[in-house]
């Protein structure tokens, strides 16, 4: 990846030449099965771009309360962008179409006009669940039935494909635009996509441009990405199956609460229950013995990810790591 990165050819993307990043928005765009895509720094500015062409300053965006756009770029959408919140509670993050049906077309009592739907797929918060196809497809004919758009934070949509086998394309017709990272399981340093129309991306790049996201000599992060796509995507399972053995040995370790059968993907959220008010003595002891788990998702809950950078060994040093923590920490 890196050899690649070194090796790209450049030219200036804020006029659309540098053709590094033209070949891999276009790349991206028929893996989603969309007319256009764009490079963004990051996942979040994607989010805060499809948001700002949807909706309008004082519309409501109908989501799950634990979406990422909610718990780590709400002071963005509401104080910088003037968007508000209609918030549900999701079945683990997946909203129901009969909540988008129910949604007062000019928001609830002192809220605002309706203007977006918004999904997460896979949801971090829930442990990297996988809205099932046939929700999304409901959740989007109700928004559509309203005129309503959808956006789709798709920052780990390789997952929920690589565990499924439905193609991204599958996924993404369900909303009208997608956000996809290249930083998360792919591996790639920097780097997200937003696809949608080639109208919706006109206007992303005025977006982008406002929120301070253009950049010249992109080709860099752009090879990166390619790299990212084109060998890193069939590994993604075996991120899967180590985030499953994981979740099975916590949920044997005494002090540790945690479903196995509710990881789909490669995150995995466990609760520390024998002593909840050690999580942070307890994930300092982990760290101790070199590896790294984090304070996540309310109180005595922690997260561990699996990535490309975590093979078999690696996740064997884990379980002892928390194993040993608990016994120390917890057992007291």
């Known amino acids: 990846m890196r050899r690649a990165m070194a090796e790209a050819e450049v030219g200036d993307d804020v006029f659309g030449e540098d053709p590094t990043v033209c070949l891999l928005e276009e790349e991206t765009a028929t893996l989603l099965g969309k007319e256009a895509a764009l490079l963004v720094p990051s996942g979040c500015m994607g989010n805060e771009i499809a948001v700002s062409v949807h909706t309008r300053a004082g519309d409501s965006i109908l989501l799950d309360r634990y979406c990422h756009i909610v718990q780590v770029e709400a002071r963005a959408v509401t104080e910088m962008l003037g968007r508000r919140f209609l918030l549900r509670d999701g079945d683990r993050g997946r909203l129901r179409p009969e909540e988008v049906d129910a949604a007062a077309p000019h928001g609830e009592p002192g809220q605002a006009p309706l203007g977006l ?82 109208a919706f991306i006109q206007e992303a790049r005025g977006a982008r441009k406002m929120l301070g996201g253009a950049m010249r000599q992109a080709g860099i992060l752009a090879a990166g990405a390619i790299h990212a796509l084109r060998h890193h995507v069939a590994r993604l399972a075996s991120d899967h199956a180590r985030a499953k053995r994981l979740a099975e040995s916590f949920a044997e370790t005494e002090g540790l609460t945690i479903d196995p059968d509710e990881i789909e993907t490669n995150i995995v959220i466990a609760s520390v229950t024998t002593r909840p008010e050690k999580l942070q003595e307890f994930v300092r002891a982990v760290a101790s013995a070199g590896v790294l788990v984090a304070p996540f998702g309310g109180p005595g809950r922690f997260r561990a990810v699996t990535h490309l950078d975590v093979d078999d060994a690696g996740v064997e040093r884990a379980i002892g790591a928390v194993r040993d923590a608990a016994r120390s920490v917890l057992a007291r």
């Open 117 to 198: 739907v918004e999904v997460e797929n896979t949801h971090n918060w829930a442990s990297g669940a996988i809205y099932p196809l046939e929700r999304l497809e409901a959740v989007s004919r109700a928004a559509r039935a309203r005129s309503l758009p959808v956006h789709m934070d798709g920052a780990r949509l390789w997952n929920a494909s690589a565990a499924t086998g439905i193609p991204l394309a599958s996924y993404a017709a369900c909303a009208d635009s997608v956000m996809v990272c290249y930083s998360k399981g792919l591996g790639a340093p920097v780097g997200s996509a937003i696809a949608g129309t080639k």
